[in-house]
């Protein structure tokens, strides 16, 4: 039979632009936050990951963005090149102070346009 | 760079069957993760590892799994009595730290099971 899988968010964008993903996490006492690419085929790859004492941290071409009253996490990559087309997710820690096991988010499909 | 690394890619058992999956982790990390991600759905969490007993695990690792590190390199997941439903990318990941560190993944073992 078919299997149902999830629809995900999908985002377009041209070379050379900047994308921004976003997340909504579902527990407020998360307090380490990841983002993953997940390439097909291939397992998670770290990208950047954010405390909760932060609000913003930047790395090479990315910036996380961390909004905790609304519990937002965003991913804003800066001139986007083919290869970052892949699938995105955000991964909260769902045991703070407790061992580092990871919720992951639905994932964004992200594609860039040559 | 160190990677997580697991064999093999991909798996095809007889419903019934035991499998058992292999993960070598990164070598300076103290704490392992199994994670399983259904075609087309998110990455979930089974279970974490560490000091040679299981930290925590979710719902989903019932006793039909097992985890062991037999020696100094390998950690397994062992699943007995296989069904279908057990289908599914299995991810083994690894930190050097259970607190506010980013978790590193291997590529997966594609389990199917016929």
């Known amino acids: 039979g078919e299997s149902v899988g999830l629809h995900l968010p999908t985002l377009s964008v041209q070379e050379g632009d900047n994308s921004i993903i976003n997340c909504a996490y579902s527990n407020s006492a998360s307090d380490y936050f990841i983002w993953y690419k997940q390439e097909s085929g291939k397992g998670p790859q770290f990208i950047i990951d954010i405390r909760s004492n932060m609000d913003k941290r930047q790395g090479q071409r990315v910036t996380v963005l961390l909004n905790k009253t609304v519990k937002h996490l965003s991913l804003q990559i800066a001139a986007t090149q083919p290869g970052d087309s892949a699938v995105y997710f955000c991964a909260e820690n769902i045991s703070p102070g407790g061992a580092n096991n990871l919720f992951f988010g639905t994932g964004t499909r992200l594609t860039v346009i040559p | 760079e160190p990677e997580v690394t697991q064999t093999p890619s991909h798996q095809v058992t007889q419903m019934g069957q035991e499998v058992i999956l292999r993960c070598v982790p990164i070598s300076n990390h103290l704490y392992f993760y199994w994670y399983r991600q259904i075609l087309g759905q998110k990455v979930e969490f089974l279970v974490s590892f560490y000091n040679n007993e299981i930290s925590e695990k979710s719902e989903i690792f019932d006793d039909q799994f097992s985890v062991e590190r037999p020696d100094g390199s390998n950690f397994t997941l062992k699943i007995r009595s296989t069904k279908l439903e057990d289908s599914a990318m299995y991810f083994c990941?690894?930190?050097?730290?259970?607190?506010?560190?980013?978790?590193?993944f291997g590529d997966g073992t594609r389990l199917s099971i016929l």
């Open positions: 990941a690894s930190s050097e730290r259970v607190q506010d560190q980013p978790q590193h």
